[in-house]
């Protein structure tokens, strides 16, 4: 079974700064979809970035851009020019690959409650 | 694209009366829709996965009775609490997973809003 560790419970970034959220986890597959989601206090889970496993490049969408680090298992969400907007809650999940028992199951991390400060 | 609603986004009913919740994607068809579970401040707990035609499957623990699901079309699953008790309260949140290829990314889940319910 797969595990997603986010070990920051919280985390905090002055307005405008860059803020790194950690997720590790744990698969013996090889092939894999990796995202981050986050949930704002409206609690609506709103997809941030994804991330295929076959790909070395590292997914990049506007202000947020992940250091995917495959050998280590690492899936970093670097968020650039931090906005109020950006308070959440961040949730990393892994995806199996599309065969199986469990195909496109989300397996979810337990969250980093990002606060962006004024 | 890929939006999913999800209603009633509130409902507060009765100990021992039955509730549906309704998921549908709005502008993707969806092989396959999830229901989760999430607890205050907890992650979401996916409850079963729903296929289109078929009989849902549900997560270890998760009675089947109770939690009733229904994929009838590719755009659409309903959830049906039975016979709900207090314990039930929770924040129901269904996805569906984008079946084709295309801008919308393949194979990726997009939520509902989510369901908040109380059984009194």
């Known amino acids: 079974a797969q595990t997603v560790t986010q070990s920051q419970p919280e985390m905090s970034v002055q307005e405008a700064e860059t803020v790194t959220l950690s997720c590790t986890y744990d698969?013996?597959?090889?092939?894999?979809?990796l995202f981050w989601y986050k949930q704002p206090p409206s609690r609506q889970m709103i997809l941030v970035i994804r991330?295929?496993?076959?790909?070395?490049q590292n997914a990049t969408e506007n202000r947020f851009s992940v250091n995917f680090q495959k050998a280590a298992k690492s899936f970093s969400l670097k968020i650039s020019d931090s906005q109020l907007g950006d308070t959440a809650m961040y949730f990393c999940a892994f995806m199996k690959p599309p065969s199986g028992a469990g195909s496109y199951q989300l397996t979810f991390g337990k969250g980093t409650k990002l606060s962006v400060i004024p | 694209g890929a939006v999913v609603s999800q209603h009633p986004s509130r409902v507060i009913c009765k100990s021992g009366t039955s509730v549906k919740i309704e998921c549908r994607s709005l502008?993707?068809?969806?092989?396959?829709m999830f229901w989760y579970r999430q607890f205050p401040k907890q992650s979401l707990m996916l409850m079963a996965t729903s296929n289109e035609g078929s009989k849902a499957t549900y997560e270890q623990g998760v009675e089947k009775d109770k939690f009733l699901i229904n994929h009838a079309s590719l755009t659409l699953s309903t959830l049906t609490v039975t016979s709900a008790h207090p314990e039930d309260s929770s924040f129901y949140i269904c996805?569906?997973?984008?079946?084709?290829?295309?801008?919308?990314?393949?194979?990726?889940?997009?939520f509902g809003p989510g369901t908040r319910l109380t059984v009194l």
């Open positions: 502008d993707f068809q969806a092989t396959t």
């Open positions: 991330q295929e496993a076959y790909k070395q």
């Open positions: 996805s569906a997973r984008v079946r084709y290829r295309g801008s919308l990314g393949v194979d990726t889940q997009y």
């Open positions: 698969t013996s597959e090889n092939n894999y979809y």
